[in-house]
């Protein structure tokens, strides 16, 4: 079973509006993490927001925020007042405390924000 | 302070020819990753060394081996480059914040 999966593979949204990215996750590990990493068309991978799985508030980086559903296994990204620099590929991915060190990925969702 | 950096940036390789790809980052993580990123796809896991002296294989480990020199330097070595190793290719540290630092990636063909 996949690990990650992101729905979306592609997204517009208008500048300055709101914008959802869907991520759900497998695992029967009581005790995981959860990331957001921002891919530009220039390549690099910028980490956003991290969310742990005990961790009672949501977590918000700037326009960044983690919508995190622990029942439904959902950790959807939503970007606030969306920007012409937001437009890139973003990915979900997680790590399991039993092997901290392995992050799963999703296969991403490519944001594009029109003018 | 340069964060994570990896050389080189591009590389062409025939088939069967080895090759090192460095990483080296300067903020002390314990923790270091090496990724690799096919087109359309999401990163995987090849190799992980959660402290200097201890490598693990994470989701696609052959075909590859890996060294962790130092705290400072994870290598990842190709012995006998094959087309379906043709990928960009990322290092990776963390923090104990869990933000992972990606260096800028390695774009490789073998052909």
């Known amino acids: 079973a996949q690990k990650i999966t992101q729905t979306q593979p592609g997204m517009f949204v208008q500048e300055k509006e709101a914008v959802t990215l869907d991520c759900t996750y497998d695992t029967s590990d009581p005790s995981y993490g959860l990331f957001w990493y921002k891919q530009p068309s220039s390549g690099e991978m910028i980490f956003l927001i991290y969310q742990g799985s005990y961790d009672q508030q949501n977590a918000t980086e700037g326009r960044y925020s983690l919508n995190f559903q622990k029942a439904r296994k959902s950790a959807n990204l939503v970007i606030s007042a969306s920007q012409l620099g937001d437009s890139a590929m973003y990915f979900c991915a997680m790590r399991e405390a039993y092997n901290f060190n392995k992050f799963y990925f999703g296969s991403g969702t490519k944001l594009n924000v029109k003018p | 302070n340069a964060g994570v950096t990896q050389t080189p940036k591009f590389q062409v390789l025939k088939t069967g020819q080895s090759m090192t790809l460095q990483c080296a980052q300067d903020m002390n993580h314990n923790s270091m990753y090496w990724y690799r990123q096919d087109p359309g796809m999401g990163l995987r896991l090849i190799y992980y060394s959660a402290s200097e002296g201890t490598t693990d294989k994470g989701e696609v480990p052959n075909g590859y081996n890996v060294s962790r020199l130092n705290k400072r330097e994870f290598s990842l070595r190709l012995e006998s480059a094959a087309p379906s190793q043709t990928s960009v290719y990322f290092c990776?540290?963390?923090?104990?914040?869990?933000?992972?630092?990606f260096g800028p990636g390695t774009r490789l063909t073998v052909l």
């Open positions: 990776a540290s963390i923090s104990r914040e869990n933000e992972q630092f």
